[in-house]
């Protein structure tokens, strides 16, 4: 009965791939966010969407391309990866804005 | 948005009581103060929240004073367990961006 769950862990690859790490929640939630943790562990938000509807997006670049079919799932694909990329990528999901964030375990993405 | 400051780090030792402030000059009116933990290897977790006076639920206590410049997470007779890192988040109603800090991160020691 995992709240937010991300798949998958672990993500190794090479500078230049494509890759898509997954997020879905079963709580009920309207708004979930992307979050990237690099390794001086500062976390930082990337996106934030509502409905579906993205709300933020915080000078990420146009690589990263979120998506969310529906208000349970937002999706993180990576474009041409660098090795700047790098870094934990966290998913949360809340009650609207404002409020309590629940996040995911995280998926470690290594580009060699 | 209100920019946090927090100590870099502290130990402490089992069963001790810890504080840890944090600094946030600018809150607007309408912002709550959060606290998250995060564990190794997994993704922060809300602990408490507060507006003004004192909160306590079963994991901690957080203190604001009345100005609400800064606020003070507690928690009592920590374990090894509470190894983690803090962090203190301001934010409002409505809003769908946090901005965390560099956070604190706690050791403890037996």
């Known amino acids: 009965d995992t709240a937010v769950s991300q798949t998958p862990k672990y993500l190794v690859t090479q500078m230049g791939n494509d890759k898509s790490i997954k997020c879905e929640q079963n709580?009920?939630?309207?708004?979930m966010y992307w979050y990237k943790q690099d390794s001086k562990k500062f976390l930082k938000i990337m996106f934030s969407?509502?409905?579906?509807?993205?709300?933020i997006n915080e000078t990420v670049p146009n690589r990263f391309s979120p998506k969310s079919p529906d208000k349970a799932h937002l999706n993180l694909h990576i474009n041409s990866l660098e090795l700047g990329d790098s870094a934990v990528y966290f998913c949360a999901s809340a009650r609207g804005g404002g409020n309590e964030q629940f996040f995911g375990p995280g998926t470690r993405l290594t580009v060699l | 948005l209100a920019k946090t400051t927090q100590p870099i780090s502290m130990d402490s030792y089992e069963g001790q009581e810890v504080n840890i402030t944090c600094s946030h000059n600018?809150?607007?009116?309408?912002?709550?103060i959060t606290w998250y933990q995060q564990f190794p290897s997994q993704g922060p977790r809300f602990i408490i929240q507060g507006y003004k006076t004192k909160v306590t639920n079963e994991v901690a206590s957080l203190f604001i004073p009345a100005d609400r410049k800064s606020s003070t997470l507690s928690l009592p007779r920590v374990s090894l367990s509470d190894t983690a890192v803090y962090y203190c988040l301001p934010f409002s109603s409505g809003t769908y961006k946090y901005i965390f800090g560099t956070g604190t991160r706690l050791k403890v020691l037996a």
């Open positions: 600018n809150i607007a009116t309408n912002d709550y």
């Open positions: 969407y509502n409905n579906k509807e993205l709300i």
């Open positions: 709580l009920g939630h309207d708004t």
